[in-house]
Every structure is written in C-alpha cells, then in structure tokens.
Nanobody, 120 residues
C-alpha cells in the first residue's frame, strides 16, 4: 500500500507561482509513476503532469511550458512547480501514484487534494 500526503496549495495572484509537494510512504518501491491531476468546480478530474520512475514526463497542453514535475527519490517526494499561474488553473490538485505488484496487479493511489486558487 502507498500513502500520499500533499502540501503547498494556497491563494496566489495571476502570474505568480506555487510549488506542490507529494510525499509517498509505504511500499514506495511498487510505484511506477506519479502524477498530478486537477478538478475544477463542475468539471472532471484531468491529468496535469506525470513522471515515471525512469524520469519521462507528460504534461497537459494547457500547462506545458509553465508547470514542471520533478521527483526526489531520497525523500520519496514528487513536486509540481507551477509558474505563470492563470485563473483557469484554479482547482483542487490531487497527487496520484501508479503501482504494480505481482499477483495484485495495477493499483492507483490518491492524495486528499490541495486547493489552488488563482485570483485575477
């Protein structure tokens, strides 16, 4: 099992920056990839950024060039650096971990979410 604890959300003005952190604990060696998703009011949860254990990354088109996902293996932590924030970035951001274990197969784990609000 994997537990995810998120931090770093808050209120920021348009054009500002925030850094989200997601610390993983438990069976961290089962994690194949980590990512950030967001859900705005009245909308579905969508992928923001994802990073594999090999370091490959994927970004939503709406954040590419502004957001950067990274990881610190020693701290078992993934980060989302968010620059040039826009009001449309306002959402609850959720950390995700993709795991695989023999006999158990694939599992997704989620953090509790952290609110990011960008004012105009």
């Amino acid at each position: 099992q994997v537990q995810l604890v998120e931090s770093g959300g808050g209120l920021v003005q348009a054009g500002g920056s925030l850094r989200l952190s997601c610390e993983a604990s438990g069976n961290i060696f089962s994690i194949n990839a980590m990512g950030w998703y967001r859900q705005a009011p009245g909308k579905q949860r969508d992928l923001v950024a994802r990073i594999t254990t090999g370091g490959s990354t994927n970004y939503a088109d709406s954040v590419k060039g502004r957001f950067t996902i990274s990881r610190d293996n020693a701290k078992n932590t993934a980060y989302l650096q968010m620059n040039s924030l826009k009001p449309e970035d306002t959402a609850v951001y959720y950390c995700n971990a993709e795991t695989y274990l023999p006999f158990y197969g694939k599992r997704d784990y989620w953090g509790q979410g952290t609110q990011v609000t960008v004012s105009s």
